[in-house]
């Protein structure tokens, strides 16, 4: 399984929803990563975890929430988003965070009304 | 500031032609290099990697080439296919840091 399987694909939210996007890979990869893309810009870096542990968090606004369970699955809890919040969330996965290549999911497109 | 660049947002080639795509960095700490692949709604998909240690590296029809003195990469894809249109990213990374990517080239094989 070489997979970093996201869900949902789409979703649709209210500024004062509170949703959760899913991401799980089952490659025994130990670093998982949250990414942020808009429209005709590159993925930008939100957090990423490292044998289960926040490593980095680069200063993404406390509305958003990552959680690792395990090191299979990592949840992106979203309460009080704002309309610029809108884009793509890509959710990836590497053998460790040292220097190997990134896995990513197929992303989940969010829309915030 | 963009430490990664990509200064053509799109190339037309034509079928069985060459595709070079260009990646221009401006950390001299990086030292590994990887080129991704998206097609719309789709996360993107790793195609080759190079690390500083060398300056080409050759995967079927994809090569990427890298010139540190330049801070320039390049990906070569010949012969271009239809089925190569798509956007793609070059990315970048210092040891034990994160990916840097660059804003992407949508690439567009004419049959």
């Known amino acids: ?4 399987t996201q869900t949902p ?13 899913k991401c799980e890979q089952h490659m025994g990869h130990r670093a998982m990563y949250w990414y942020k893309q808009k429209a005709k810009k ?19 606004p406390s509305r958003f929430s ?5 090191s299979s699955l990592l949840n992106l809890h979203l309460h009080a988003l704002q309309p610029e919040d809108s884009a793509l969330y890509l959710c990836a996965s590497s053998p ?3 220097n190997e290549k990134l896995f990513f999911g197929s992303g989940t497109q969010l829309s915030v009304l | 500031d963009q430490q990664v660049k990509q200064n053509s947002p799109s190339l037309s080639v034509q079928e069985g032609r ?3 795509l260009n990646c221009d960095y401006t ?3 990086f030292d590994y290099f990887l080129w991704y692949k998206k097609y719309p709604a789709e996360g993107p998909t790793f195609l080759i990697s190079i690390s500083s240690i060398k300056d080409k590296n050759e995967d079927g029809r994809f090569t990427v080439f890298l010139n540190k ?12 296919q239809p089925g190569d249109s798509a956007v793609y990213f070059c990315a970048a990374s210092a040891p034990g840091n994160q990916f840097y990517f660059g804003t992407g080239t949508s690439l567009t094989v004419i049959p």
């Open chain 1, 9 to 21: 694909k789409h979703l649709v939210m209210g500024m004062t929803n509170k949703k959760s996007l």
């Open chain 2, 27 to 29: 950390n001299s700490m």
């Open chain 1, 42 to 60: 590159p993925p930008e870096l939100m957090f990423v975890y490292s044998y289960e542990k926040l490593s980095i968090n680069e200063s993404v």
């Open chain 1, 1 to 4: 399984d070489t997979e970093v």
């Open chain 1, 66 to 70: 990552p959680e690792c369970p395990n």
């Open chain 2, 18 to 20: 060459i595709s070079i």
């Open chain 1, 96 to 98: 460790d965070s040292s």
């Open chain 2, 69 to 80: 003195s330049a801070k320039h990469l390049s990906l070569h894809i010949v012969p271009s």
